[in-house]
């Protein structure tokens, strides 16, 4: 039977080096990337292997820690180590611009490092790793404390809305929006969730509903431009999201398609609830207005990408491939445009590929992320307990008792 226990953990540290579930292949492919360099982290980050603004805060810390453990291993000046370590940190803040957890990630380990750089090369290294297993682990216990205090927000019977995917894969265990639902649901109350695809990754129809359907929960898929029609038919009691960013005065910053939700939600009298960490909260910005807003590759607009796992089904069929992908991976030759690799993967073949859907030689808008205004947030559950309006008195008191608030 599907339970809880059977819910993913996205990262992790293991022989000295970076562990993740490649969250692009989801759900199709299950595997698993090993980085063995800070460059391998960034690349992750960058392509979406690792994605959902906590488990980026956790990303930041263990590639911190794996170069202090690599490259920063051939150091022996601590100034040196230290300008280097700065210069490390900057990089892996950079590699996406909107979810605060990954500078957050980034700026904490820096700041522990010259904190304690009196401990001596050798020790520091092993502290950093410290560091981050323990920033891993609070990752978690702030999730569960979240889940518990949104959970209470919850009434008995409730069908729910939630978008893109902020569960077990946003973070490094059991998530902020899906760690409430699966709360509410061990609790008995969840008659149902509703999943939004979320384009265009799709990270609802892949990630979330993989998710739910390995945690027991009930839930049904919709695309993104169905919300509207049930929330008219009455078949939404709350909507619940994650969050990348949320400003000092409560705007909050979510995977795009979220602000229209919100409008709905309001318009037909449905609390609209946010899950995040005092960590995502950014008491630096005054308003959303000053939040960078992501724009990804155009390609996710013109196309969609699949993968999945090819079995031959005949011994012809296993010739065939073997000689395609003798000499490694073989790159199909697809006319307008489309593409396909496959390579071989065990006694089987993988393949990857993108096909075209709008004509060629068009132009793209494709903002990663939108923002929605406080006055559209019913409320903000953190590990701390649930915020309501005026935000900007309860943030700040919720991060300082937290001891978050951060200069980015």
């Known amino acids: 039977m599907p339970s809880l226990d059977d819910i993913p953990r996205t990262i992790w540290w293991q022989d000295g080096r970076v562990m993740l579930v490649d969250q692009s292949r989801l759900p199709l492919q299950g595997d698993l990337l090993a980085c063995n360099t ?30 202090a453990t690599t490259e920063g291993a051939d150091i022996d000046d601590i100034d040196a180590f230290l300008a280097r370590l700065d210069e490390v940190a900057g990089e892996i803040a950079a ?45 978690e216990e702030r999730n569960r404390a979240i889940g518990a205090h949104g959970a209470a927000l919850i009434e008995p019977g409730s069908r729910i809305l939630t978008h893109c995917n902020a569960g077990s894969l946003a973070t490094a265990y059991y998530g902020t929006a899906l760690g409430v639902i ?40 919709i695309t993104d431009n169905m919300a509207a029609s049930i ?8 909507v619940i999201v994650g969050a990348d960013r949320i ?3 409560g705007d909050v910053a979510n995977k795009i398609g979220t602000y229209g939700l919100a409008v709905l939600a309001k318009e037909h009298g449905i609390p609209f609830y946010v899950a995040a960490p005092t960590s995502t909260v950014d008491l630096t910005l005054e308003s959303g207005d000053d939040i960078v807003i992501e724009e990804r590759d155009p390609r996710e607009v013109l196309g969609v990408t699949a993968s999945g796992v090819i079995e031959p089904d005949s011994a012809s069929a296993q010739r065939a491939f073997d000689a395609l992908t003798e000499n490694g991976p ?25 096909f075209r859907v709008a004509p060629p030689n068009i132009e793209v808008y494709n903002p990663a992320f939108d923002v929605t205004p406080a006055a559209y947030v019913t409320a903000i559950v953190t590990e701390r307990g649930v915020v309501r309006a005026p935000y900007e008195e309860a943030l700040a008191s919720a991060c300082c008792g937290s001891g978050a608030i951060h200069e980015l």
């Open 38 to 67: 800070y460059e391998g982290v960034c690349q992750a980050i960058k392509g979406m292997a690792v994605r959902g603004a906590p488990a980026l805060g956790v990303a930041a810390a263990l590639g911190v820690a794996l170069w």
């Open 95 to 139: 590699t996406r611009p909107t979810a605060v957890n990954l500078a957050w990630g980034a700026e904490r380990m820096r700041r522990f490092a010259h904190d304690n750089a009196d401990a001596g090369l050798s020790e520091l290294r092993d502290l950093l790793v410290q560091e981050a297993l323990r920033i891993r682990a609070e990752d």
């Open 182 to 221: 699966f709360t509410a649901h061990q609790q008995g109350k969840v008659e149902g969730v509703w999943v939004d695809e979320t384009r265009p990754v799709l990270q609802g129809a892949r990630l979330t509903a993989w998710e739910l359907k390995l945690a027991g929960v009930p839930f049904k898929l």
């Open 231 to 238: 929330m008219r038919a009455g078949l939404v009691d709350a």
């Open 247 to 249: 400003a000092a005065n």
């Open 330 to 354: 073989y790159t199909v030759p697809i006319q307008k445009g489309h593409q396909m690799v496959i390579e071989r993967k065990g006694a089987a073949y993988r393949f990857d590929g993108w």
